[in-house]
């Protein structure tokens, strides 16, 4: 092997490390992995009989309104993790979410997958939209959580530096497909629907199915009534007393 040769196969064997580095926090989605760390990076919570409620991809004004409405005739408050370009579009509806008492949280600026390593870009995208949830809201952002759920190390790590917690979920409703309604919501979410749970619901459809977001809407009256019955409080991250995945 000449020298050329070997410095091309150092280069890649550099190229594969960096890599494998940046998207090693992702392998927490692996079912093996994710039994033994869920409690630190899925929000799993520890307050008592509490479950996390969490909305992404908002805030929107097509949708988000209705959502608002139907948590204030059920009495609940929770967490809405927004999307940077939604919010500059709708800043009206960032400020609103804060009056209404529930917490603003930081989706990143686009909804894209950052499979990827790109430390600056990551930096500078998560520094915007945070800076845009807080000024626009009027609150600071304690949380962070990737679009699709997949946390690789650059963002991870820009979210560290910007004082923000990663939290991912513990259970979902599938309610971002053409075919989810009220009750598949329901179904999908309730198994996971006990103490201490992460609860990821979407706000908006603008990375999913059309008019999705109302079979979201039609589950949040099943989702409350179970937790009534089982003496169980819906509300947002900052009551949960969650073991995070990174963050101060």
Do not use: K, N
């Not at 603003?104 to 430390?119: F, I, N």
């Not at 870009?121 to 809201?137: M, P």
């Not at 997949?150 to 923000?164: D, E, F, H, K, M």
Request: proline share 8%.
């Amino acid at each position: 092997m000449g020298p050329a040769t070997t410095t091309l196969a150092t280069t890649a064997a550099a190229a594969v490390a960096v890599e494998f580095l940046h998207l090693a926090p992702a392998a927490v989605r692996l079912p093996p992995l994710r039994r033994t760390v869920a409690r630190r990076t899925a929000g799993h919570g520890t307050a008592p009989g509490h479950i996390a409620l969490t909305f992404d991809d908002g805030p929107d004004p097509r949708s988000t309104p209705y959502v608002l409405d139907a948590l204030d005739d059920l009495g609940a408050r929770a967490t809405f993790f927004l999307l940077g370009s939604m919010l500059e579009r709708a800043p009206a509806l960032g400020r609103e979410l804060v009056r209404r008492g529930h917490e603003v949280a930081v989706h990143g600026w686009h909804h894209r997958q950052q499979w990827y390593p790109a430390p600056a870009r990551d930096l500078r995208e998560l520094r915007r939209a945070t800076e845009a949830v807080t000024d626009l809201c009027g609150a600071g952002p304690l949380w962070y959580r990737p679009p699709y759920g997949v946390l690789t190390a650059g963002p991870a790590l820009a979210a560290r530096r910007l004082g923000l917690r990663s939290v991912l979920w513990t259970a979902w409703g599938r309610d971002w497909t053409a075919q989810a309604t009220g009750a598949s919501v329901y179904a999908t979410a309730r198994p996971g629907l006990t103490a201490g749970a992460t609860l990821l619901l979407h706000d908006s459809d603008c990375t999913s199915a059309p008019d999705s977001w109302r079979a979201t809407l039609a589950a949040l009256p099943l989702i409350a009534e179970h937790c009534r019955t089982r003496d169980l409080t819906l509300g947002p991250l900052r009551d949960h007393a969650v073991r995070s995945c990174g963050g101060p």
